[in-house]
């Protein structure tokens, strides 16, 4: 039987590169489309992202200092959460291009805007599913002895809901059809689902979801 690396974070782990990320993955990917105080529309993959709780419906991004989707955010109080499928995985990275506010990244990777239904905010056409938020917090994060990190949570409350119905198959959303794409791993690394990818297995509490 194998050992174990075991180590103290104060101490460092002596590997090439820090193993944390590839550790917690694949991470789902929170590409957020904003409008800015300007009216400029941004866009923008967050994979320290994630449903945080359902009811209410809560889903949440971190960045790491003060990037526009979180200004965005912050100023217009809402933003829009696109998935990433297969197909799109190359225009959303090269929506993660350091750009300035003053560029619309809708145009910059050749993506077309589609109005909200519930917020002022336009989600990605391309994408089979996108959720509408209102920020309800942001939190800037800290560390155990309270000091505050460049580090900004941003929490929204989902107020609306668009699937590409092909992707409802008897009523349910075929997470697998969809194809969404994951971060994992070091810098380049994704991983992806599709179909072969699922399988079920039932809580062992009679009736629990
Ligand atoms: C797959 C992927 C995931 C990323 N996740 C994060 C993240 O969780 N937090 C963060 O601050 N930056 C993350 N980045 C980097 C941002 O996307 C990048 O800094 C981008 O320019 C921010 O754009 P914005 O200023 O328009 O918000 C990620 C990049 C990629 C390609």
Not at 97 to 102: C, H, I, K, M, Y
Not at 106 to 132: K, Q
């Amino acid at each position: 039987m194998s050992g174990f690396l075991s180590y103290l974070i104060e101490n460092g782990h002596g590997l090439p590169r820090n193993p944390l990320k590839a550790l917690v993955a694949p991470r789902p990917i929170g590409w957020i489309s904003t409008r800015s105080a300007a009216g400029v529309l941004n866009v923008a993959p967050y994979s320290f992202f994630n449903m945080v709780c359902d009811s209410p419906p809560l889903i949440a991004f971190s960045s790491g200092g003060r990037k526009d989707s979180l200004c965005n955010a912050q100023e217009r109080g809402e933003f829009v959460w696109n998935l990433v499928s297969r197909p799109l995985a190359e225009k959303m990275n090269q929506t993660s291009a350091l750009v300035g506010p003053e560029v619309d990244e809708f145009s910059l990777a050749e993506l077309t805007p589609a109005p909200g239904i519930a917020i002022d905010t336009p989600r990605v056409a391309e994408s089979p599913a996108a959720l509408e938020c209102r920020v309800t917090q942001i939190i800037r994060l800290t560390g155990l002895d309270g000091t505050e990190a460049d580090q900004w949570l941003t929490i929204g409350q989902v107020l609306a809901v668009h699937i590409r119905e092909d992707l409802i198959k008897d009523g349910l959303f075929d997470t697998g059809a969809a194809q969404p794409v994951m971060r994992a791993g070091y810098a380049a690394d994704y991983a992806g689902i599709d179909a072969g990818a699922m399988f079920k297995m039932r809580r062992p509490d009679p009736g629990a979801a």
